[in-house]
């Protein structure tokens, strides 16, 4: 069944309306498909300014999409662009490349600070314990996010047996969960945009009795069943997510996981390496 159009997000109910558009309409409508954000951010006279529309075009325009007022269509806007699309941080316009470096990199390193400013060394020595001591470890990602849950998978094997990213091609989830015991370890990378089915996915792992990390952007309130929630900033001055402090935290939970293990964690690092000599692998 089809949302009704309160249901929908801005962007999705600009990309319905855009076929019946008018001319003025439709520009001013893939004008906001490019750069969704502007209309959370300006008026409605700088922004018809902005897509060489008139004023009254911009009216109709939101009317079209079934917003009552400009305002009405602003805040929504506003609220999507706080945990939806990147788009809604793009520009229509920049100031060059080396400016684009300087504030990539600016970002990157607020994103870090501010990450770890909640953060603390006892939370990351507490997540590295209870992987060590886990009968199995489960890493978990959608998207965005699976890159990381593999990643964190791959370094962590270094020094733990009984360690899985899932789901792998051609699985379920369910086939993987059902698994989960109290004795486990459980961490959830769900960083925006996330799959609609998380909620329930985040319900089961709960259920378990799992220690379990959650790994989020910002735009997520502090996750209350989880035993340790960290919220990694993403902010960037681009169409895209900066992920710097998310893969801190995976170099960090590896790291540590590593150090603690002690000598037994060496031992089954020295075993691997004498493999790969053998095996010729790399």
Same mark, same amino acid.
């Given at each position: 069944?089809?949302?009704?159009?309160?249901?929908?997000?801005?962007?999705?109910?600009?990309?319905?309306?855009?076929?019946?558009? $008018?001319?003025?309409?439709?520009?001013?409508?893939?004008?906001?498909?490019?750069?969704?954000?502007?209309?959370?951010?300006?008026?409605?006279?700088?922004?018809?300014?902005?897509?060489?529309?008139?004023?009254?075009?911009?009216?109709?325009?939101?009317?079209?999409?079934?917003?009552?007022?400009? @305002?009405?269509?602003?805040?929504?806007?506003?609220?999507?662009?706080?945990?939806?699309?990147?788009?809604?941080?793009?520009?229509?316009?920049?100031?060059?490349? @080396?400016?684009?470096?300087?504030?990539?990199?600016?970002?990157?390193?607020?994103?870090?600070?501010?990450?770890?400013?909640?953060?603390?060394?006892?939370?990351?020595?507490?997540?590295?314990?209870?992987?060590?001591?886990?009968?199995?470890?489960?890493?978990?990602?959608?998207?965005?996010?699976?890159?990381?849950?593999?990643?964190?998978?791959?370094?962590?094997?270094?020094?733990?047996?009984?360690?899985?990213?899932?789901?792998?091609?051609?699985?379920?989830?369910?086939?993987?969960?059902?698994?989960?015991?109290? @004795?486990?370890?459980?961490?959830?990378?769900?960083?925006?945009?996330?799959?609609?089915?998380?909620?329930?996915?985040?319900?089961?792992?709960?259920?378990?009795?799992?220690?379990?990390?959650?790994?989020?952007?910002?735009?997520?309130?502090?996750?209350? @069943?989880?035993?340790?929630?960290?919220?990694?900033?993403?902010?960037?001055?681009?169409?895209?997510?900066? $992920?710097?402090?998310?893969?801190?935290?995976?170099?960090?939970?590896?790291?540590?996981?590593?150090?603690?293990?002690?000598?037994?964690?060496?031992?089954?690092?020295?075993?691997?390496?004498?493999?790969?000599?053998?095996?010729?692998?790399?």
């Amino acid at each position: 069944m089809a949302m009704a159009p309160a249901e929908r997000s801005f962007l999705s109910r600009v990309r319905n309306a855009l076929p019946d558009l $008018h001319p003025a309409e439709r520009r001013l409508g893939e004008f906001l498909c490019d750069f969704p954000g502007e209309l959370a951010s300006y008026s409605a006279q700088e922004l018809a300014k902005l897509a060489n529309v008139s004023k009254a075009t911009v009216s109709r325009f939101v009317r079209r999409l079934g917003y009552e007022s400009y @305002e009405e269509a602003r805040r929504h806007a506003r609220a999507e662009g706080q945990t939806g699309s990147r788009l809604f941080l793009a520009l229509p316009s920049g100031d060059g490349a @080396e400016a684009s470096l300087a504030a990539n990199i600016e970002q990157g390193k607020a994103n870090l600070d501010r990450t770890f400013a909640t953060i603390s060394q006892v939370e990351i020595d507490a997540v590295a314990r209870a992987m060590l001591a886990a009968r199995k470890v489960w890493v978990l990602g959608f998207r965005a996010s699976h890159p990381f849950a593999t990643y964190l998978q791959w370094q962590l094997t270094q020094v733990i047996e009984n360690i899985v990213a899932i789901p792998s091609g051609g699985e379920t989830l369910g086939e993987h969960l059902v698994s989960i015991r109290p @004795e486990d370890c459980v961490i959830v990378f769900g960083l925006r945009r996330r799959v609609a089915r998380m909620e329930p996915i985040l319900k089961v792992i709960g259920r378990s009795g799992a220690k379990f990390l959650y790994v989020t952007d910002e735009g997520l309130d502090p996750y209350r @069943e989880a035993d340790w929630h960290f919220r990694c900033q993403t902010l960037a001055p681009g169409p895209l997510f900066n $992920h710097v402090a998310v893969m801190a935290v995976c170099h960090l939970l590896a790291t540590r996981a590593i150090e603690i293990a002690g000598a037994e964690g060496r031992g089954r690092l020295r075993g691997i390496e004498m493999l790969n000599d053998m095996l010729d692998e790399l």
